[in-house]
Structures are given as C-alpha cells and as structure tokens.
C-alpha cells in the first residue's frame, strides 16, 4: 500500500546524497490468492525493486507491506522467518542465482536445513520428490548447476523455490534468459506447479506476451508507477494506456483480425532521478496534451476492475 522506494544517489567528494533514484513511486497493488498477476514493464521501470520490497528483501521508503492478514512492513528478522517460508523468489538468472559450488541435493536442501527439522533422509526424499515436480531426474541431485542447460537450471531453481511449500512467490522474469522454445515449457511447468500447489504468482515480465496465458490480471508499470490494471482479457483486447497500447502493438500476433499498427514510441525511458513533471510518460506519449505536464493523472478504475493512470479516462477532461 502506497509503496515508495527510493534510492540515494551520492555525488561529490563528500558522498553526499545530492538525488533520488525513484525505483517505485507511490504504488498500491494487490495480490490475490490464487492468482497470477503479471507485471510488466522496461527495464528500469521498478517492477523487481517492487518485488523485493514485497518480500522485504528490501525495505520500503514509505508505505506499508500485508501477506494475508499480517502487517509484515516492520517485522525484524526473527518475527520474518516464519513468514519467508511462505513467501519465495525466482530469478531471471539461474546462472547467477545458483552457488556453481554446491551440488543440486545441497541446493535443493538448504532452505530445508535452516528452516526445518527434516532429516537428511527425509531431506533428500523431499529433494527427490522436488525434482520430479518439476521435470528432473532424481540422479541430478548428485550434479552441479554447471552441468544443466539453461532449461534446467531454472527448474532446479524453481525446486528450490517450493521446498518449504511456499503460498506466493515472486517470479522475477524467470523465463527471459531462455530461448524462446524452452519458455513455453517452463511457463507451462509453472502453470501447473501452481495448480498443483494453490501457489499465487506475482510474474515479472518486460513484455506483454510473456505473461499473457499464465496471467488472471495484468499489472503495466512504467517509470516507478503503475499505468494500467486490468484483468487479462481487459488489458489484450482493451487496453486503455497509450503505453500499454504500444506494448500491445509490439506483441505479435497471428490473428490478422486482431493486427494493430505498431505504435514506435520516441525517445528513451526518462531517468527515474528526474522524471517528468504531470504524467511521466508524456515525454513519449502520442496523445499528450497541456494537462499532462501539469497533473498526475491517479490509477482510476474506469469499468470493473479496470484501472487506469491517464488525463483521457478522468472525468476532469
Ligand atoms: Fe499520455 Fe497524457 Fe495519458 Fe499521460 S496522461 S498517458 S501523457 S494522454
Ligand atoms: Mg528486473
């Protein structure tokens, strides 16, 4: 809820802080159980900062974090670890996340290790169990990442993710680094992980195709805010934001009824120290008119469960 993070830029001889850096900027979002929210944005635009803060991997510069009915915004250390058990991350990068050093039976128990009382037997049924869910054979514990393709790296570190049978988790492009075939095989693995564990997803994504069969709802952030909200079906056929429009018409599709002239947006992503004044995506926006460099536009919801931040959908105009 209102959830800012700022991070201060130092400069000069002293380090003193002379900026921000607005990673997330006044954002509120909920994540309802069972689902998948997708969100989806350029990189810079905040979305894996706003993970991180969700899983107090980082802490927020205002605003306040809830898992189910639990104010987590404040907790220390010892009150967290109960809950992280609940609450888990995929990476992008397996190559990165995964110790190279330790074998995949290590991996796969360490979370085990610090969080339960398994026994090493017990520790290494539940790896083996872990590894089937998600497409390994049970000899691959005795290896190390190294060994694995991309593919597989990604399913050991999705093994990992569910060993304490975690409620959320935060999947943090985890497909992005893989080649386009291998995607759909590990979005699938992860659609049905999910029904098999009643997981909810946040799904982090830099474009809209990624999340478009594994998502209920679509969340579109641009520059530390969010810009559009919509269920999924809203957001594909509808969508309201000239940006998620031109996101949209990025996305190939095959349907010839449904080809959209592809919306070229002008100029780079504006930094997050210094973004412009009203609507920060005027800069780029075909439709940007004098209000949008004078006043923010609010996230307003314009039909059911469909929110969107632009001066074209405010009663004002
Ligand atoms: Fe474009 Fe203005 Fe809407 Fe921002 S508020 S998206 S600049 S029309
Ligand atoms: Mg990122």
Redesign the pocket.
């Known amino acids: 809820k209102n959830i800012k993070k700022y991070f201060p830029i130092k400069g000069g001889v002293l380090k003193h802080t002379v900026g921000h850096v607005k990673a997330v900027d006044d954002i509120s979002l909920n994540v309802i159980r069972g689902e998948t929210l997708g969100l989806v944005g350029e990189s810079g635009s905040g979305k894996s900062t706003l993970g991180r803060v969700i899983l107090r991997l980082l802490d927020p510069t205002e605003g306040s974090i809830q898992f189910e009915e639990q104010d987590i915004t404040t907790l220390n250390n010892r009150k967290m670890r109960p809950i992280r058990k609940d609450m888990q991350i995929v990476f992008q990068d397996p190559f990165a996340s995964l110790n190279g050093k330790m074998s995949v039976q290590e991996l796969i128990e360490e979370p085990l290790l610090v969080q339960t009382k398994l026994n090493r037997r017990e520790r290494e049924e539940k790896a083996i169990s872990l590894l089937e869910k998600v497409g390994l054979r049970a000899d691959a514990r005795t290896k190390y990442p190294h060994e694995f393709s991309g593919g597989q790296r990604q399913r050991i570190s999705i093994a990992r993710a569910l060993a304490l049978n975690p409620k959320f988790i935060v999947c943090d492009e985890p497909v992005s680094a893989l080649d386009v075939s291998i995607q759909a095989q590990v979005l699938n693995l992860m659609a049905d992980l999910q029904e098999e564990f009643n997981l909810t997803y946040l799904f982090i994504a830099h474009d809209l195709s990624v999340v478009k069969h594994i998502s209920d709802r679509v969340a579109v952030m641009y520059l530390g805010r969010i810009?559009e909200l919509a269920p999924k079906q809203g957001l594909y056929e509808t969508p309201l934001?000239?940006?998620t429009q031109a996101l949209l018409s990025a996305v190939p599709t095959t349907d010839v009824t449904k080809k959209r002239e592809k919306i070229i947006l002008k100029g780079d992503l504006p930094s997050p120290s210094n973004p412009p004044s009203?609507?920060a995506?005027?800069t780029r926006?075909p439709?940007?008119?004098e209000?949008?460099a004078i006043v923010r536009?609010d996230l307003t919801e314009v039909s059911e469960g469909h929110f969107v931040?632009?001066?074209?959908y405010s009663k004002e105009d």
């Open positions: 810009a934001h000239p940006y009203g609507c995506f005027r926006c439709k940007a008119h209000r949008c536009p931040a632009c001066h074209l």
